[in-house]
């Protein structure tokens, strides 16, 4: 049976977005998602290939390298002054000589520009953190692992390895969604375990930053429960309903522009 224009773009619409998730599919898992044969889902990938946004290989696809480049760089000017102000309140709590695991993420970005002065140990996913942290004071330890080309850090087996390895004393950790029903949720599956097991080793304070637009939104993978973290860090901008019920589960929450402008 001959497919519609519209349900055909609905497709291509969606295996791109999962592209942009997932860094690269198979076509195989694609054809069995979608119900359709292998053919069309290649002629869906040619299709995306000749539009410039996908890079095809034998057996799948993965997202274009400057686009997936431009899409974590436009992230990193969204709600920039709200996650400036989340770096630097955030990074006024870790004092020196602490250990402190960091995940991937445009906000963490802000809180590690802010510690580029201070005596740490970082254990970090997060392929970014090198280049920041270049003639710092901290000691960085980067777990290495598969690259993910969208959220620009390492993940898989060979990453939670070495997480399994080390204790740290503080957690600060980037989210796509926080919900007081739902808890922590993102859009990568692989990033699930690396956010669980870095809350597992640590010994400390385990604080979530996070700027207002991600209080409230649930996505497609759950990483931990409401109750795994201590501190929620964001800012006024949050929908206040679901700050209150995020206190009400137990969640200390701080609004970084309020507290930086007392």
Not at 40 to 56: H, P, Y
Not at 187 to 192: I, L
């Amino acid at each position: 049976m001959k497919q519609s224009r519209h349900v055909i773009e609905r497709r291509r619409t969606c295996i791109l977005k999962m592209l942009k998730e997932n860094t690269q599919v198979q076509v195989k898992e694609l054809s069995d998602y979608f119900e359709v044969s292998e053919l069309t889902i290649r002629r869906d990938l040619e299709f995306l290939e000749a539009k410039g946004e996908v890079t095809r290989f034998f057996g799948g696809a993965k997202i274009k390298e400057n686009n997936a480049l431009q899409k974590f760089e436009e992230k990193t000017v969204i709600h920039r002054e709200e996650k400036e102000a989340i770096g630097e309140y955030v990074a006024g709590l870790v004092k020196e000589k602490t250990s402190v695991f960091m995940n991937s993420g445009t906000t963490v970005l802000e809180v590690l520009k802010n510690l580029t002065d201070k005596n740490i140990v970082l254990i970090t996913n997060n392929a970014f953190a090198g280049r920041i942290l270049e003639n710092s004071n901290c000691d960085l330890l980067c777990t290495g692992g598969m690259f993910n080309n969208v959220t620009k850090s390492y993940l898989g087996e060979f990453s939670t390895r070495l997480i399994e390895e080390i204790f740290a004393e503080m957690a600060i950790m980037g989210v796509n969604g926080i919900s007081a029903e739902y808890g922590i949720t993102t859009s990568a599956f692989q990033e699930t375990t690396i956010f669980s097991m870095m809350l597992e080793r640590c010994r400390g304070l385990k604080i979530v930053v996070t700027d207002g637009s991600k209080v409230g939104r649930v996505k497609n993978y759950k990483s931990v429960d409401i109750g795994r973290i201590d501190m929620l860090v964001t800012t006024s901008a949050a929908n206040p309903d679901e700050l209150e019920k995020i206190r009400n589960a137990g969640v200390e929450v701080v609004l970084a522009d309020e507290e930086l402008s007392k």
